[in-house]
């Protein structure tokens, strides 16, 4: 897939229940992925024939727990290695590296013996040295927060059992939100080119956690006892030897939440006495390990490498099935699939199997070292280690630079509906030894699928792994190193990051952030005025109504926030007019009215499509549905429809949408109602079908087409019939979809009469409208632009609140937020409150049109127009190039806890009014919304303001008024994308 991106069109000339679409991305017309063929092989080599659970069994039961330095995990790089070369690998071979001591736990028990008698379950850490046979001592919270806090106990820990955590609640467990990795707020952006790097997330929890081993040791401390922090008497594990797998200094264990819970309870009242035993040995000298190593060589440039990896070593408490037989298990398969396809790729695949990684990343720290002189060669890294859920999307480190590679990467693997590509960071894979010199190291970011459970603990056995998701995770591992491999160049590379000494980094550090600063205070301000916007929105949807493109009420709004902007004493505030061919005013009620005649009666709701033509009193005539794919299959009706009733497209059921971030990147994203059965690409050809169906029906000269809203609950739809404002060319009404299902379920059973009534008038000359404009003018750059916008008309079932009415006032109060905090930006904040987008954005068309010699100096756009709902993100029209700098833009809005964005989105959506813009080539974005209910209020005679959520719409606004100072006071203009061809109307 190329970065031109196809997409399904969500406007309001879609016809009713025929144009549920959300945006979908799919390859641009008479494009196929050049691995789409061989990645069909792949995922179905996969699901047929897997050996992926016969493997892990393998590992799990027969050879078992394998922790570094073990006979068991020596047996398993020997073992992994013959199934290697079965799969026909080459160059198959262990790599050894070395470790100081290997380890071999031993017993471990414990009891408090005062001031009652209660049996523990403990586990040493591993690398603990035992205690030389039974300790027994005070229990004693350490509860030192910063090394300043150490004094408190200076001479009061000699022979002591220590804790140091605070318990947190087991009961009642907190849900495991599988998509929690998905939805978290976006991480910190990285630091900017010659900006020196952001420390480790963990480099204060190690030094402190240095810092105290070395004083409990001073101190005389026994015995370290640590939380699991598991629930069901689960134990958790890790070491206490670093990464040089030294001999710990400490006897330290490991007790169950439930223990740990009453110690630390027992202790809030009084003293407690605790006996412990462990008993560990080491080897007297170091050990060598190995990394499992194998190849699928390249053909054309057999010297560049693309590797797959997952960690076969794991804890001692159980198996390791989880932790990480999976990912080895998937890599496994992935090999096998590989070497199974036809076609080789141009680069090498390799698969490695590091060991070590439980101690800190090792073993593939080990490799990165070993082979740092082969590094230049690698392409990039995809490693699988996060337990047995199916891969939801790759995380990317960081890596913006190949992002648009990966989406090609991913393309033809629209069956295993990933989630998008994220630049999230994870330091706690093998991928990041590869990161951390250079190379792109991706990781899997996968459902959590048990692992917080499993992992570390004895419950990490052959019996929690779930072999679909298992195979799945395969899947992406063989089709991503197969389509990375034979791309036409290796993925780039971002430049390592500045290292300044140290006094150039602290004095960087300090330096203030006024940009940071101001957007603290936008975001207050926004919120102060959440009262006036609660205001402005009332006035617009219950005192001027409904917005209908061309009507008084549409010329009111226009005029009354003209008003509104000039009251914050804003500049340039203006109308812009541009003009329709005709005005359409709706007949009374609803414009339509009807019912079933015959069988027997049966009332209708019915309202009149936009732009559609009276029936010019009641007709009746025969009901007839009409199904048609393409022109020719509208001939069996010709001569058949005259006076006749037509139904278009028997309903399917239809699905509610969902969070926008958990759908497949490549379906779309918008919130509503989707079909369960089309493909969203069909719905698409499907809208274009439609004009030459209703030009057919004029032809026939047919009494009335009836469409099926796609809502339910009496719920209709609205549209348009024709383009341009002009007449339709058959009269068209919407009817309840209740109604649809009830007509066809007649038809199937015979013949059926009904009589419908559509009244409606037209203007019969032009009328004009306008789009409303206002402006905070740039101190430095004046005639660059950021504009932040959302649509005033509305469809007029109902009052327009949530579509536009929340956009265009959260426009104006961004535009009085930042007006009242009088901000001077560098730039040109423009405000643009744009008409006639539900018939096609059409305003915003007219504006672009008539800003032609404007647009190159045009920074960016945002548009607000998905209803009421919280604003998750921003989509970014896969505009690559601007991903990296939106985020360091947006972050702001990530770190404040109450608005908490996530990272921004590539996806694309088109039928918003920021599409003109991104078509002309100026990067247009747009607000990726909670969906709220707007799959139900869009367009119906729901959209009233009693469905407006509040709070929601002030951070909508807070995030308006963030983007526009933001962009407006950003070193550059944003980067734009290359302008692509137009695409043709639907």
């Not at 006979?71 to 290695?81: D, G, S, V």
């Not at 900017?192 to 030094?207: C, D, H, L, T």
Request: with cysteine; net charge negative; proline share 7%.
């Amino acid at each position: 897939m190329n970065s031109r991106r196809m997409l399904a069109v969500i406007s309001a000339l879609a016809l009713g229940a025929l144009i549920a679409w959300r945006a979908v991305s799919v390859l641009a017309a008479g494009d196929e992925s050049p691995f789409a063929a061989a990645d069909a092989q792949l995922l179905g080599e996969i699901s047929g024939r897997s050996e992926a659970m016969q493997n892990l069994e393998y590992l799990s039961d027969e050879i078992g727990p394998r922790l570094t330095g073990s006979p068991q995990l020596k047996r398993a790089n020997e073992w992994t290695a013959e199934v290697m070369r079965k799969y026909g690998l080459v160059n198959v071979h262990l790599e050894p590296w070395t470790i100081a001591h290997s380890w071999t736990r031993g017993t471990a028990t414990a009891r408090i013996v005062a001031p009652a008698v209660h049996s523990l379950t403990i586990a040493s850490a591993g690398w603990a040295p035992g205690t030389n046979g039974a300790v027994r001592g005070p229990v004693v919270y350490f509860d030192a927060k910063t090394k300043d806090d150490f004094a408190r106990f200076q001479g009061k820990l000699k022979g002591a059992i220590v804790i140091y955590q605070e318990p947190q609640p087991l009961s009642p467990p907190n849900p495991e939100n599988q998509d929690a990795a998905i939805l978290r707020p976006m991480q910190a952006p990285p630091p900017a080119k010659g900006q020196p790097p952001a420390p480790s997330p963990f480099a204060n929890v190690i030094a402190l956690g240095r810092a105290r081993n070395e004083f409990f040791k001073k101190e005389g401390v026994a015995v370290v006892l640590r939380d699991s922090d598991k629930p069901h008497a689960l134990l958790n594990m890790t070491g206490v030897g670093g990464e040089k797998f030294d001999e710990g200094e400490i006897p330290t264990a490991f007790i169950t939440g439930e223990g740990y819970r009453m110690l630390f309870r027992l202790l809030m009242h009084g003293p407690v006495e605790v006996e412990i035993q462990i008993a560990n040995t080491f080897s007297e000298k170091p050990i060598e390990v190995y990394n499992t190593v194998g190849e699928i060589r390249g053909t054309e440039k057999p010297d560049e490498v693309v590797i797959l990896g997952a960690h076969l070593d794991s804890w001692d408490l159980a198996t390791g099935s989880t932790d990480n037989g999976t990912g080895s298990a998937a890599v496994l398969e992935a090999a096998r699939a590989l070497s199974k396809l036809p076609t080789k790729s141009k680069r090498t695949i390799r698969f490695v199997l590091f060991t070590g990684e439980e101690e800190g990343l090792v073993g593939s720290k080990k490799y990165v070292e070993a082979h740092k002189d082969d590094l230049e060669k690698v392409s990039a890294v995809l490693v699988h280690d996060t337990g047995t859920g199916r891969v939801l999307t790759l995380g990317l480190h960081d890596n913006f630079q190949d992002r648009e590679l990966v989406d090609q990467v991913l393309a033809p693997l629209g069956a295993l509906e990933l989630r998008e590509p994220t630049m999230a960071r994870s330091f706690g894979t093998d991928h990041a030894s590869f990161d951390d010199v250079g190379v792109p190291g991706f990781f899997c970011i996968q459902e959590r699928a048990e692992y917080p459970q499993t992992h570390h603990s004895q419950s990490d056995t052959f019996d929690k792994v779930w072999k679909d998701d298992l195979n799945q995770g395969a899947q992406v591992l063989a089709a991503w190193a197969f389509n990375t491999a034979n791309l036409p160049e290796m993925m780039p590379r971002r430049p390592l990051p500045y290292q300044p000494a140290g006094e150039a980094a602290r004095a960087e550090a300090a330096k203030p952030h006024p940009v940071a600063e101001m957007d603290a205070k936008l975001i207050s301000q926004v919120k102060a005025g959440e009262s006036q916007l609660k205001s402005d929105l009332s006035y617009l949807a219950d005192r001027i109504g409904p917005r209908l493109t061309g009507t008084p009420q549409l010329d009111q709004a226009s005029h009354w926030t003209e008003s509104q902007f000039k009251s914050l004493g804003l500049a340039n505030v203006h109308l812009e007019p541009w003009t329709i061919a005709n005005g359409w005013t709706r007949g009374p009620g609803t414009g339509a009215n009807g019912r079933i005649l015959g069988p027997t009666p049966h009332e209708l709701t019915l309202a009149a499509a936009g732009w559609s033509p009276a029936t010019q009193g009641t007709v009746r005539g025969p009901v007839i549905s009409v199904v048609a794919k393409k022109e020719e299959d509208l001939q069996q009706f010709k001569g058949k429809l005259k006076g006749a009733i037509i139904v278009l497209d028997r309903p399917t059921e239809m699905l509610p949408p969902e969070d926008p971030r958990l759908t497949p990147f490549l379906e779309g994203s918008l919130p509503l109602d989707h079909p369960k059965v089309t493909p969203l690409n069909e719905f698409r050809g499907r809208f274009r079908f439609v004009q030459t169906e209703m030009k057919f029906f004029q032809q026939e000269q047919v009494a009335a087409v009836l469409l099926a809203s796609e809502k339910m609950y009496g719920l209709l739809n609205m549209g348009g019939t024709s383009r341009e404002y002009a007449q339709g060319p058959v009269p068209v009404a919407y009817m309840a979809r209740e109604n649809a299902t009830m007509i066809w379920r007649l038809l199937d059973a015979g013949p059926v009469q009904a009589e419908v009534n559509i009244s409606a008038s037209f203007s019969g000359k032009p009328v004009t409208v306008y789009n409303t404009v206002a402006e905070i003018p740039g101190t430095e750059k004046p005639d660059e632009i950021v504009i932040i916008g959302g649509h005033l008309d509305s469809w007029d079932l109902g009052t327009g609140a949530t579509d536009n009415g929340t956009g265009s006032m959260a426009v104006l109060a961004a535009a009085r937020a930042l007006q009242q905090l009088g901000v001077k930006p560098k730039r040109t904040i423009r405000f643009v409150l744009f008409t006639g987008e539900e018939q096609g954005l059409n305003g915003s068309r007219a504006y672009v049109k008539a800003h032609q010699d404007e647009l190159p100096k045009i920074s960016g756009v945002l548009v607000h127009d998905t209803g009421t709902g919280k604003v998750l993100t921003v989509g970014l029209m896969h505009n690559y190039g601007a991903l990296e700098t939106m985020e360091r833009i947006l972050y702001p809005l990530a770190r404040d806890r109450d608005i908490g964005l996530a990272e921004p989105s590539l996806r694309t959506e088109g039928g918003s009014d920021h599409v003109p813009f991104d078509q002309a080539g100026v990067p247009g974005f747009w607000c990726i919304q909670d969906p709220a209910d707007y799959n139900k209020t869009h367009h119906s005679q729901a959209d009233t303001l009693d469905r407006v959520r509040w709070d929601d719409l002030t951070e909508g606004a807070q995030v308006l008024a963030v983007f526009a100072y933001n962009v407006a006071e950003w070193p550059e203009m944003l980067p734009r994308k290359a302008v692509k061809p137009a695409q043709p109307e639907p």
